[in-house]
């Protein structure tokens, strides 16, 4: 059983930046492929991005890409989401996830979740 805990939300400024973070552990982490998943007030979860095992390969909403950078850091059973150029429609609720055999932006296709932080564009 995984456990995962975000962190690092808050309000921000349109154009500003923030990063969170998640904790993963009671799992092998690096066995993992981690996804950032968000949830806007009245809509459906929606995949931001996701790392592979290794941290090798990434991948991007075509909404974030350019902005946002996820990267891991295995040693500390840690996954990071750089946010930067925030929008106010970036904001939402933002989870982090894990699966053991990454099947694309789905949210069903992962294992655990975390219990989300918040996050808050103002214009």
């Known amino acids: 059983q995984v456990q995962l805990v975000e962190s690092g939300g808050g309000l921000v400024q349109a154009g500003g930046s923030l990063r969170l973070s998640c904790a993963a552990s009671g799992g092998t982490f690096s066995s993992y492929a981690m996804g950032w998943f968000r949830q806007a007030p009245g809509k459906e979860r929606e995949f931001v991005g996701a790392?592979?095992?290794?941290?090798?390969?990434?991948y991007y909403a075509d909404s974030v890409k350019g902005r946002f950078t996820i990267s891991r850091d295995n040693a500390k059973n840690s996954v990071y989401l750089q946010m930067n150029s925030l929008k106010p429609e970036d904001t939402a609720d933002y989870y982090c996830?894990?699966?053991?055999?990454?099947?694309?932006?789905?949210?069903?296709?992962?294992?655990?979740w975390g219990q989300g932080t918040q996050v808050t564009v103002s214009s």
């Open positions: 790392i592979m095992w290794g941290g090798g390969s990434t």
């Open positions: 996830a894990a699966t053991a055999y990454y099947s694309g932006p789905h949210p069903q296709g992962y294992d655990y």
